[in-house]
């Protein structure tokens, strides 16, 4: 069954079309990746869904219930939490009460969100620093306590927006086994990434987006194989190009 | 902005506070060695936006005591031809700021009797601290002398231990009232229209409570009932009202710079009414008339006090000279000299009780009528509750900048000005 | 205290400092060096209310980031709630307090309400413009007493009526329950969800919802808790000055106390408050006692200049500085070690 | 209908003069988005200046307003070299309460030095004069200062929007480290910037003496009423201060007369909440 289930999304900025008529569906307890180039509108969709912005048109279904142009605290209450691609650590906190803020979600008790955050915080290995604040942290150390924090809302539905990107090869091998150790857990992801490496070997499904359309939604495998995709990423020529040398023939 | 709080920090504050505490309180309030010495405290309004008259009380009541303490057989007043009072007490002077604020008014009393440990009070100008600082004394059974607060309430609290010296704002209505009245008949001035201009703040409500009691008394109608914030950037649209309502009469409660703003913003509307008579503070600092010039004249107000009074009360010209040299020759206005009556009758009565109680002093006060050169009319005595019962004003006008008394008839030495001359004929 | 928080216990070793310190207070009086009736005890109680004003907007404007200047509306609330009850109706304070902290609390929601909606400088000005309408709706409002005030008469002394005539130990020491009552509350909030959730909320407000955190009901609940607070303290001043008028109690002059003593001991720390008015109501009280008899407003201008260096040096307010001091004083330390 | 454009006009004039105090504050607040609390009193002390200068040298306010212009200048610039220097990059709040301090230090100053006694020039050039349009007075005095009120808002205007220096203000205004990397001296420009801001508030404040009487208190107002401009018209809007400031005056005086003169205060600052409500930065804000 899809958890979530995106119909139709178009959000216009004034005259700037962000996302037209974007659709697709996650189900539950899988891994989906949203990728595209840059400007194609990813965190707008996610800014969407997550109740930041409210769609122009279109409807947002999460766990089958409408949740177009909630509000973000009600959205993420419901179990549809997300990251920030460019990182908000609530700075002059420490980095255990950052994580302390999203375990409080579900927890009013204080016993049960202290074990909570100490949970997500090892989970995300950010023990060594969890003391510090978070404004001291590196940006590796901010991009893992923003998703040590959406965790400690147990969510359902995990969104983490570019929390690789900028990152050394090795941690991003450790986040892939985060990710994997998450959803043996249960909880659904999607992920937005403008680096493939590594996504295509633990998603299950693929949406491509450019210019704010979606031009692609499959498996990772047929995925890489997409001419629309090639085109998006590596732009007109290079794809006529591949085309020709894949047909064999040459036009001028 | 957190900190990780460590327990260095919490007993840091720990010092800080007991610091705070400890280390000013002792030293203070230590007396002078000697022994005849009887410490009256003072308290005005010395910084804020009164600060202007605060100081000027200060600087009277500071004048007063100059002459008890010292020999001034030139003067003509009750105590000066001895030093000291009692066999040689000296009255020494603690002075504190008021601010013009009733808390700091309240805080600075209990400061002065507890700490200082002064054995009365003289004070406080603004009649909002006035009520909260004598309320202090009477608690204490302490003596709080009176000089200018002017709202009645003041004196209908039946305390034992208050006394004020300047007419109220009820008197001065009644005052106002009549002379309006004796305008009418003397004059066939017709005046059945009052308009009432007063800034919002105790003193001006209460006296324009007064006024319109007083005024309905006496059948005249008010048109105009123009309260305004004090400090206020201009006055435009209370004059405005004023003219627009046009009343004969005006009668107004401003301070220093309200006043004269009033009166300019009057001239550039060229309009005024046919008589304006004000309460005391803003008309009749000396400052005025010099500063505003012709602007200034044909208006009129209570005044218990101005050199040109002279001819009445010949003893203040000496006691004047003194004072001005506190004030950089600023002479003596209705509100100051009444502090420094405040301060020579409580040493009269002092001398006469013999006895520094101040419960003794209080009956003594109550009890007699006393001598005060410094009093149009020469004299003081006190009701119940306070009240100087002998308490007078005149009320005034300003012509070619002095202050030349018009009514009641028999203190009168010039004819008024009726009415109120244009100002392009000036 | 953040720090450390990572230890489960509720009650810490700090609370036991505080505990500590609280008694230490309930005995000062005892000594004889407070007299019931001295200028230093008048300074305590002072302290101890002006700490308990400052920490009142602390829960708003330090814990939760959001910067008023219109606090002195619901201490003057509060103020007249004291003073109508017992001047107006003739009754015991004890309902007019409640009364006055309940319509604090709600003149606070309706205010903010919109005023949460502006940021920065926007809502700073919007805060000092409220202050003066209040100010001069007051001023003109016959009910409240307009600008004549409101003036207590002396009534029987005691906690029934909450005011003493002769000895401020009975003043001192309601200051002190206030005081506690205030420190109480922000301590107990400080480690449970609703502190946490006010620090989210003033370190980013989206960040804080997109976790969960409503934010517009914790800045609200907050105001109206700090409201309400500070009413209580608004009660206690106008009975311990038996006097209640616009200009003493809804003035800019008493929004800016709250705010200083705040920030100058440090905002959104529990001890901030405590410190800030150690320092600036002594330095307050005693420059007046000394140099405002003089009449030159020195002990104002010494005041600006102190605020001036404090704000200008230490922005983080004096546990900024003893904080730097401890810093100092423990890298010397590993120094020598060393 | 005469009266209504007596208030009306008596509105706009004071209005105008609100405006020059407000458009000095806007400048500050739009290039280093600093509330500076101690703009009423540099009014304070400009009136001083030009009313020792009258007093003493017999120089006319019409003429000392410029001494006045160039003496608040230079305590603008001691007052950002001093203090607001240190104040930059940190809350907005820092700034505010230090400036907070520096008006009562100003403030108190002053009364220390010249006493807390009101002030007037008596026989200035204008004092006092008016002519007659119809039934409609104009007082002299007034409509002077709102003529120099428009004559600076604009040369303001023109300063920073088609001058090399005006751009280099601007650019420093959107984003100081760009504004460094292309070679602009940032900090010389936060000096001017507040100088000039200073020099506004000094005009109008040399002119006053003309009509209104000096003494310690005599800023406050009118520094609350410029902070409620500044913010009606928007961030940094030069333009937006000087309709709003002159909006305000209209107000004030409509209320002050058809409602009831205490609550002309009551009505300008409940028609700032009203502004911001409808739109949270201001009339010409974005």
Known sequence: MALLEVHDITMKFGELVANCQVSFTVDSQSIVGLIGPNGAGKTTLFNCISGLCRPTKGKVLFDGEDITGRKPYVIAAKGAVRTFQVVRPLKDMTVFDNVLVGAFLKRSDNRQAFEKAHECIRLCGLESVQGKLAGELSIGGKKRLEMARALATSPKLLMLDEVMAGLTSTEVKESMDVIEKLRSTGLTLMIVEHVLEGLMSIADKIVVLDGGLKIAEDSPERIVNDERVIEAYLGAKYSQRYKQRKEGGSVD | ?426 | MVGKSVDLKTFSAKDGLWVAFVVILAILPLIPAFSSNSFRLHVMILILLYASMAQAWNIIGGYCGQVSFGHSVFFGIGAYGAGMAVVTYGATPWPGIIVGMIMAAIVAVIISYPCFKLSGHYFAIATFAIVEIFNRGFLVWDWVGGALGLDYPIIKEGLVNLMWHQSKTGYYYSALVIFVIIFGTVRWLEGHRFGYYMRAVREGQETAESLGVNSAAVKLTAMALSAAMAALCGAFFAQYNLRVDPPMVMSLDTSMKFVLITILGGAGTMLGPLLGASVLIPLQEYTRAFWGGLGGGVDLIIFGVLIILMVVKQPDGMIGLIRDVGKWASNKRAEERN | METFLQVLIDGILSGMVYALVAAGLCLIWGVMDVINFAHGEYLMVAMYVSYWLGFLVNVDPLVSTIAAGVFIFGLGALTYKLIIRFTIGKPGLVALLATFGLAVFLKNLCMNQFSPNFRILSDTWLGGKTFHIGGIILAVPQLMAAVLALVVVVLLYLLINNTRFGWAVQATAMDRDAAELVGINTERIYILVFGIGGACVGIAGGIMPSYLAVHPEVGSMFGLIAFVCVAMGGFGSIPGAFLSGILVGVVEALAGFYIAPVFKYVAVFGLYLAVVFLRPKGIFGW
């Open chain 2, 1 to 426: 902005m957190s900190f990780r709080m460590s327990k260095g920090a919490f007993w840091a504050t720990l010092a800080v506070f007991l610091v705070g505490v400890f280390c000013f309180g002792p030293g203070m309030g230590q007396t002078l060695a000697q022994e005849k010495v009887i410490k009256i405290g003072t308290l005005f309004p010395l910084t804020g936006p009164v600060a202007t008259a605060g100081q000027r009380c200060q600087a009277a009541v500071q004048t007063a005591v100059e002459i008890i303490n010292n020999k001034h057989p030139e003067l003509k007043v009750p105590l000066a031809d001895q030093e000291g009072i009692l066999d040689g007490y000296k009255i020494v002077l603690v002075h504190a700021d008021s601010q013009g604020k009733p808390d700091v008014g309240k805080a600075e009393a209990e400061r002065l009797f507890n700490q200082e440990g002064v054995w009365a009070l003289i004070g406080s100008y603004n009649s909002s601290v006035s009520k909260p600082a004598s309320l202090v004394a009477e608690r204490m059974k302490r003596i709080f002398m009176c000089g200018a607060s002017s709202s009645a309430a003041l004196t209908q609290r039946d305390m034992n231990f208050f006394f004020r010296l300047a007419p109220t704002d009820e008197t001065e209505s009644v005052e106002f009232v009549e002379t309006l009245k004796w305008l009418n008949q003397k004059k066939k001035a017709n005046i059945e229209t009052i308009g009432l201009i007063y800034e919002n703040s105790e003193f001006g409500k209460h006296a324009a409570g007064e006024a319109k009691k007083a005024a309905s008394a006496a059948g005249l109608k008010v048109v105009a009932d123009v309260p305004f914030s004090p400090g206020a950037t201009n006055l435009n649209s209370e004059v405005q009202t004023l003219k627009n309502a046009n009343p004969d009469a005006v009668l107004g409660a401003l301070l220093g710079a309200d006043y004269s703003l009033w009166i300019r913003t009057m001239k550039q509307m060229a309009w005024a009414p046919k008589i304006a008579i004000s309460y005391c503070s803003g008309y009749q600092d000396p400052v005025i008339a010099k500063q505003l010039g012709p602007d200034a004249d044909f208006f009129m107000g209570s005044t218990a006090y101005s050199p040109q009074f002279n001819v009445l009360m010949p003893a203040v010209g000496d006691v004047e000279k003194i004072f001005k040299t506190k004030t950089g020759g600023v002479p003596f206005d209705g509100d100051s000299i009444q502090e420094a009556v405040a301060m020579l009758v409580l040493a009269q009565a002092i001398q006469k009780a013999g006895v520094l109680d101040a419960e003794k002093v209080a009956e003594t006060l109550h009890a007699n009528t006393w001598d005060s050169p410094l009093s149009l009319g020469g004299k003081v005595a006190f009701a119940k509750g306070g009240q100087n019962s002998k308490a007078h004003s005149v009320v005034t006008q300003l012509q070619g900048g002095e202050y030349k008394r018009i009514f009641p008839e028999e203190m009168a030495d010039t004819e008024i000005v009726f009415p109120i001359k244009p100002w392009n004929q000036r």
